[in-house]
């Protein structure tokens, strides 16, 4: 994980955002994004991230020369094999993964039960899952669904309110009855980055399975899944990868799981021979087995589109890019809004790529902004939270935010 220097002494004078702009390698990145129409700071691109303007161009081209221009003819000349193809991309620059491990295929919820329903099948005789009591709402709902239907219990992790899982905190919970625990790589809510080296392992040393839920962690901290030995991971691409409101997802399952995968969503674009029309279902070798429908092919063009910058940046670059925008930030809120509470860490790495700040004004306050031009997130019950995406947002777009953010939350 990455180091970086300590927190700006909140005592002494704020960085200026003009000077940490001029001096950032990646602020020309900024302006390659479509810019808001009354937009004054946008403070939420771990929820959507902004188009770039190659996507804005490259779209209706696509539907002509692609899809009016080719048509059916389509599918044999790349589409088919578009989601394996951008999955090793999204490997290979986001995920520290090996190719023929990541494909891009459904939402984020239907990779996450695909992912758990097969844990379940690889692991017959155990009896429980794993996951955090404070996980996204989607994770907790389909653990609870599937424990329902297949008589399970469901063991909850206790986790503190701005911070994540820990290896000392997963070994109080998993046991040799643990088939798997779904896990945030980086927390929704407080960004916490977790150890998943450390973590993963403390898993597998009792048998389990891990699945991260890369979400907030995809395209804004380097990951090293192979390195890490960790066993399944997903993600959506609408974060950090900017593939634009309801993008398809991504899910890695390691070399070494996928002859046992059994995909619970039978599809024919998953079968060995889909044109053959056989009866029966024969899977797919590799990571094709995951697939059940028809590729969204137009969804995964600005991926593409965001992956090129990345790629051209570099991960390292993004990271320490990210590192500062939210030191920035907490130096900010710090200075300016003292009677806010930052509930995320503040060892950078331990920190993903948002911060929250609680405040009892927080929801009044986020509705203000928003008719004002910025557009921060609204956490239940009092948190506000920050997304500094590092290649769309500047270091004055945090400062005009968090001072705006001061003067709602203080009325």
Not at 223 to 240: I, N, P, R, T
Not at 252 to 278: C, D, K
Not at 381 to 400: C, I, K, Q
Request: charged fraction near 20%; proline fraction near 8%; glycine fraction near 10%.
């Amino acid at each position: 994980m990455t180091d970086a220097a300590p927190l700006p002494n909140p005592a002494a004078p704020l960085p200026d955002p003009a000077a940490l702009d001029a001096a950032d390698p990646l602020a020309a990145v900024v302006d390659r994004f479509v810019p808001g129409d009354d937009l004054v700071a946008y403070l939420d691109g771990n929820s959507l991230g902004r188009p770039l303007r190659a996507t804005l161009d490259a779209l209706p081209d696509f539907v002509r020369t692609q899809w009016a221009g080719r048509l059916i003819r389509g599918w044999d000349e790349g589409w088919l094999s578009l989601g394996e193809r951008l999955g090793d991309r999204i490997g290979a620059a986001c995920l520290g993964a090996a190719s023929g491990q990541t494909i891009v295929a459904d939402s984020t919820t239907v990779l996450i039960f695909k992912l758990l329903r097969a844990a379940i099948a690889a692991r017959p005789g155990r009896t429980e899952l794993v996951i955090a009591r404070d996980e996204f709402p989607t994770d907790r709902f389909i653990v609870e669904r599937l424990a329902d239907d297949h008589g399970l219990t469901v063991r909850w992790l206790e986790v503190p309110h701005g911070g994540g899982v820990t290896p000392e905190l997963i070994a109080e919970v998993v046991s040799e009855r643990t088939i798997a625990a779904l896990l945030g790589g980086v927390a929704y809510r407080s960004a916490w980055w977790a150890d998943m080296a450390a973590v993963t392992g403390v898993v597998q040393a009792h048998g389990a399975l891990v699945i991260w839920d890369c979400s907030h962690a995809v395209g804004s901290v380097p990951l090293e899944l192979d390195a890490w030995g960790v066993d399944m991971a997903v993600g959506c691409s609408y974060k950090y990868l900017n593939g634009g409101p309801g993008a398809p997802a991504w899910a890695y399952v390691a070399a070494r799981h996928q002859a046992q995968l059994r995909n619970p969503i039978p599809g024919w674009l998953g079968a060995a021979e889909p044109f053959s029309m056989t009866a029966g279902f024969e899977p797919a070798p590799g990571i094709r087995r995951l697939v059940s429908g028809t590729p969204p092919i137009i969804g995964m063009q600005p991926i593409a589109h965001m992956l090129d910058e990345i790629e051209a940046a570099g991960m390292p670059a993004v990271r320490a890019k990210s590192v500062a925008l939210t030191g920035f930030a907490i130096a900010l809120v710090d200075a300016l809004i003292p009677d806010a509470v930052v509930a995320s860490p503040r060892d950078p790495a331990r920190r993903g790529g948002h911060i929250t700040v609680d405040h009892p004004n927080a929801r009044r306050a986020v509705e203000r902004l928003w008719a004002e031009g910025v557009i921060p997130d609204f956490r239940h019950p009092s948190g506000v939270r920050l997304g500094l995406s590092p290649l769309s947002t500047s270091f004055a777009d945090v400062e005009r935010g968090i001072r705006a953010l001061a003067a709602a939350l203080a009325d």
